[in-house]
């Protein structure tokens, strides 16, 4: 089974569409994440939501919003994409106590934005 | 302001031979201090972490040298292996907030036959 999966794998989209991309994880974790790599490999946090409230929001346009249902799943809805916004999105997910700094990630949507 | 520095940027060693990759950090509020493992099409995977309250932690052939006062951590992998070519990424993050985890820029790893 796999223990953080998003989809989809791939996603490749005309400019200006509205995307969303899915992310479950079955280890039982309270916090969830999404991050960015760009194309240099670098990687970045965007959200972090813990329980189904957002406790991390950094500096993204707010053309990205991510959503909770329930502390399993955490899917990150796009409006109005941007060439720029090409990238692999990772979704990682942690448990609370002192390993919750062990991150487990997803395989990543790789988004495509022409 | 780059919060975690990663070096080298790419790294090439032979079969059997000990990889070292450099991390420094400027923010002494972090306590944790994961690398991370990166194949190409998948995911980050946790490979090893330590926190600052010892100096060395080792798992086979992975080890993390620890210098708090130097603010520096590095990763060895001994007898480096062809299927240990990946990217490497060190990552830090404090206690009160630890699943926000600044990375650095990542070690490209090729370890050739």
């Known amino acids: 089974d796999t223990a953080v999966s998003q989809t989809p794998k791939y996603l490749v989209t005309q400019m200006g569409n509205d995307k969303s991309i899915k992310c479950e994880q079955n280890l039982g974790h309270d916090t969830m994440y999404w991050y960015k790599q760009d194309s240099k490999k670098f990687l970045k946090i965007m959200f972090s939501y813990n329980n189904k409230e957002l406790i991390i929001n950094e500096t993204v346009p707010n053309r990205f919003s991510p959503k909770s249902p329930d502390k399993a799943h955490l899917n990150l809805h796009i409006n109005s994409l941007e060439l720029g916004d090409s990238a692999v999105y990772f979704c990682a997910s942690s448990l609370a106590g002192k390993d919750r700094g062990k991150l487990f990630f997803g395989s990543g949507t790789q988004l495509s934005v022409l | 302001q780059q919060q975690v520095k990663q070096s080298p940027q790419s790294l090439i060693v032979q079969k059997g031979g000990i990889s070292i990759i450099n991390c420094a950090y400027e923010n002494t509020a972090f306590d944790y201090f994961p690398w991370y493992q990166q194949f190409p099409g998948k995911g980050p995977a946790l490979l090893i972490a330590i926190r600052p309250d010892v100096s060395e932690k080792k798992e086979g052939r992975f080890t993390i040298s620890f210098n708090k006062s130097a603010k520096q951590f590095s990763l060895h992998i001994m007898d480096s292996q062809p299927g240990d070519s990946a990217t490497y990424f060190c990552?830090?993050?404090?206690?009160?907030?630890?699943?926000?985890?600044?990375f650095g820029d990542g070690t490209t790893l090729t370890v050739k036959p």
């Open positions: 990552a830090a993050s404090k206690n009160a907030n630890a699943g926000k985890s600044t």
